[in-house]
DNA sequence: AAAACAAGCTAATGAATATTAGCCTTTCGA
DNA sequence: TCGAAAGGCTAATATTCATTAGCTTGTTTT
């Protein structure tokens, strides 16, 4: 029963580790403690495998970010959730965003996996850029044109704002993925970058 | 005689289409259009034909950043090439250095092979980040720091500064790495982008 | 001109590896 | 209690692939 679960969590771990194609079926029927034919009675192939990790991730990230999307469904109605933007909350955002990514078991052996995968196929391409890029950018971006709408951020394009706000902790995040041990001048510079936002984009009078 | 670069270069192209492992030596022997065995008399392996290519980049690239590190050795002894900083030359110059590495032929599939090898291998991992992410951040800093210098730009945290200007360029070249028929949005985000930044951090008394 | 070398080829080798066949044991519903 | 399904195993298979051996041919060096 949860041999086929424990079949995807190796595989994944494995795959995040060294990329598909160099890992055999035998090592990841190692990592489970069966024997490698064994695996064909709860997958049909090594590719089926690796589609039930995408089936998997795309249950959870459907949970994660159905979470986060407000849902009150209208964005400007739970505008009052931001009367108090300090900028302590704009850091923990960002902090709490970037260790959520750099930290979480399954999030991060999956992007390491896709990272590797993402040219060998259209699709995996486009779910890269999706859940790294394009998800997080019109999130950030919603949210700054809420704050905006408030008063409490100056009125820019949040397009841009987004991108400001996101693109260094997406480069930090990256870099943090090949050399971890760099986590903490990563995270160092992240809350300067984010302090810097704050001072350039938040209205002055409301400080 | 160049057979030995014409290998190089097919393994290049095919090992940035499809990674290392998925690439067979046939294959890149019939891109030249020799026999496998052939390409034997040239490279005593594969990897070793993975190694030339990392040498060929190694001195592409140092003859690229020779170039750009002010052959003039002192930077401050150089301020007086920005005097006249406009946001149309920050523009060029992100645009130009998106553009550069976006399409010169070599950086761009080197650049993909080296982001679906990064795992494999802690030196790669280094050589990654060193050339797409502490090379420029460290060079844009240092351009920041003479800006501010010169009293034309503000004075703030340059690591802070370059990675504000650098970041989103980076997301956006990834992106482009993945979805090069998005290069048109990409490039107007980059460019609002800049403005953005201009508007920043350019000091106002000498708009 | 002869020897040596460079660079190609075909054929062979040997290892790795995904997958299948077929067998055995345990579990469990009828 | 019996039959069948679930889930494990060993052994076999077939394919792919990197690499080597050894031959040939044209060019270069002496």
Redesign the pocket.
């Known amino acids: 029963?949860n041999?086929k679960f424990r079949i995807l969590d190796a595989a994944l771990t494995l795959f995040s580790e060294k990329g598909y194609h160099t890992?055999?079926?035998?090592e990841i029927?190692d990592a489970v403690g069966?024997?490698?034919?064994?695996l064909?009675?709860?997958y049909?192939?090594?590719?089926d495998i690796f589609n039930g990790i995408l089936s998997e991730m795309q249950v959870r990230y459907e949970k994660q970010t159905a979470a986060l999307q407000m849902n009150g469904s209208n964005p400007t109605a739970d505008a009052g959730i931001f009367s108090s933007v300090t900028e302590d909350s704009l850091i923990q955002m960002g902090i709490g965003l970037f260790t959520y990514f750099l930290h979480d078991d399954y999030v991060c052996r999956f992007r390491k996996m896709l990272t590797m995968e993402q040219f060998h196929d259209a699709e995996l391409a486009t779910l890269y850029t999706k859940q790294y890029a394009d998800d997080p950018l019109s999130y950030q971006s919603q949210i700054f044109s809420m704050l905006s709408a408030c008063g409490l951020f100056r009125t820019a394009y949040t397009d841009v704002m987004a991108l400001h706000f996101y693109a260094p902790l997406y480069l930090l995040l990256t870099l943090c993925d090949r050399e971890p041990e760099r986590e903490q001048e990563a995270l160092l510079l992240l809350e300067q970058h984010i302090k810097q936002f704050n001072l350039i984009y938040k209205k002055e009078n409301t400080q």
Chains 1, 2 share one sequence.
């Open positions: 029963m041999t890992v055999s079926v035998a029927a069966i024997k490698a034919p064994s064909y009675k709860h049909k192939s090594k590719r």
